[in-house]
């Protein structure tokens, strides 16, 4: 069976981690197309398992033939929608009007509010000379919900649970696998993690943060009603193989610097960076002594007028013998810009 996948606003990132939870899930696939927001794959999957563990897709489709497409039957009242050619969406319409069905199309209409609808719904596409009808659909409502009623969030400042989500799934994590955060904050990407059934160890040099963190955790896992695989730890990053032996995945934004209510001049910037580099460079080193597999790191830089100004990452992570994987922009409308990258040791053969 043909699926599309509609991407996220960062695509990239979107396709990698469905590349990764498959791989990692070992779900045989073939990709069909691979355009700018969308990914059209074969495969034999359950569309609403698959986006209930993916945070970087939309919606899934799964492909029907044209005839299919037009002899759909409908109930007595929905709410549609269309992105077909002209000629497709004049024949639906007709079948509306003959078979007297109460249809409300409604074309902006978004994930979250389609969660909440209360009469069915149904989506058709075109792309590429074929046509989808809708099989899952994102629930943003559960990360709101979860931001809610998490005991100390605050998602302004935080990583959203979408992108801890993607982050992990293209880490590789799975049940058994041992995460490390070693900048954990409130503990959100501990809780992606101990989702996919993962012992995860966070650490922060911040105590009143570990504290929040440890609420969360234990909150999450009742909530969901998992074990309570986790620890967690008041210590210094830099200092990290003096307190965990091993972890197969570490998946982490470290601190960035400080808050910025405006783009800073140029001097503030190099003092920031110099800040940073004394941080990065031990931690990277420390976390070279304890990962196994594979580390997922945020990074930061900034943006003038003229030119980019930041750390020489590549150069930080041969010393500490990392190698780069891959790496994904991650910049969102703000004043400071982030890269996500994906490293893995130079001695790293896969079996260790």
Known sequence: MKYLFL???????????????????????????????????????????????????????????????????????????????KELRKKIKEKIRNEHLKAIEKPNITPSQIHKLKLPFFEFIERENLIFKISAITNPNIFKELDEKLPFRDPKIEMSFRLAKILVNISGAKEGKVLLDPFCGTGTILCIGLEKNCRVIGVDIDEKRIKEAQENLRFFCEYKNIPKNFEVLNADAREISKYIKFADIIVTEPYLGPLLKKIPKREEIEKILKELYNLYSTFLFEASKILKEKMIIILPYFKLKNEILKLNYEEMFKKANFKVLNEIEYSQKNKLKRKIYILTLNNFTGTR
């Open 7 to 85: 991407l996220g606003r960062n695509n990239e990132l979107s396709k990698l981690e469905i590349y990764s939870f498959f791989n990692t899930e070992k779900i045989s696939f073939k990709i069909i197309s691979e355009k700018e927001d969308y990914l059209i794959i074969e495969s034999k999957i359950n569309p609403e398992k698959i986006i209930n563990n993916l945070g970087g897709t939309i919606k899934i489709f799964e492909n029907i033939s044209i005839s299919d497409f037009l002899n759909f039957h409908f109930p007595e009242k929905f709410i549609f929608k269309l992105d077909v050619n």
